[in-house]
Structures are given as C-alpha cells and as structure tokens.
C-alpha cells in the first residue's frame, strides 16, 4: 500500500466522520474502513490531519454544536444529544476545553452580531480549537 493510497483512504473515513459525526462511530470500524489496524490508523490519521481521529470527530460535534447553541431553541441536553454525545459531562468538558466558555454560557451570549457574517467566514472564525493553557 503506498502513503497516497493511505491519504486517500484516510479522507474517505475523515469525510465519513464529517457526514456522520451525530451518529456513534467506532474508530475500530473507522480504521477497518481504511485498510488498517486500530493503531495505525490511529497514528496515520494524526500525522495526515494533526490530531487523532477522536479529537477530529469532537471537534466536528462542537463545531455543529456552537451552530445549534446559536439558534436558542435548544437545551444544552438537546444539542448534547443531537450532535452524537452520550455524555453531557464530557459534551461540556470537551466543549468548555475547545470554545473557553461552558456551553450554557455560550448559548445565552448574544449572538447578533454574527449573523451578518457570510456562513463560510463564520465556519472558519468560529471553528473550535484546543486551547493550551
């Protein structure tokens, strides 16, 4: 198998990831998915993108969860749920880890200013990164 051969199956499984983030995906299938054994996968998919496909798929659930978040007209619980969390716990950790605020506290702030924004700007402005501290 040659390393163009591994990116592109390392795509496939990271474009999979973005359509499905709200359903359970196991990263065993995911790196079966890919020709290649959990922990190969695993370190492949980090040397490709820059972080494990774990903290990739969080970091897609966030993202889509800030975007719900913004709306109002859910609960924490709700979008928790919605963006494929089965922990409100972690959801908020996570959350809290990758935006600087608690995800109550991001849903009350006013969020009108952003709504002039084009949609492809907001996605790159407001796309949630690990904050080292």
């Known amino acids: 198998m040659t390393p163009l051969e591994d990116l592109r199956r390392l795509r ?7 359509r499905e983030y709200a359903e359970p995906l196991d990263m065993t299938a995911l790196a079966r998915d890919a020709l290649m054994s959990p922990g190969h996968f695993q370190r492949s998919f980090r040397k490709a993108f820059g972080e494990t496909p774990y903290s990739y798929l969080m970091t897609r659930r966030i993202e889509r969860a800030k ?6 007209d859910l609960t924490v619980t709700e979008v928790c749920l919605a963006v ?7 959801f908020s950790s996570r959350f809290t ?5 608690t995800p109550s506290a991001y849903r009350a ?15 790159r402005l407001t796309r949630p990164r690990r904050r080292l501290y």
């Not at 496939?12 to 973005?18: I, N, T």
């Open 109 to 123: 702030r006013d969020h009108e200013e952003s709504a002039v924004i084009p949609s492809c700007v907001a996605r």
């Open 97 to 101: 880890e990758l935006v600087g605020e």
């Open 67 to 72: 975007a719900l978040l913004r709306r109002g």
């Open 84 to 90: 494929g969390c089965t922990s409100l716990g972690s």
């Open 12 to 18: 496939r499984v990271r474009d999979r990831m973005d």
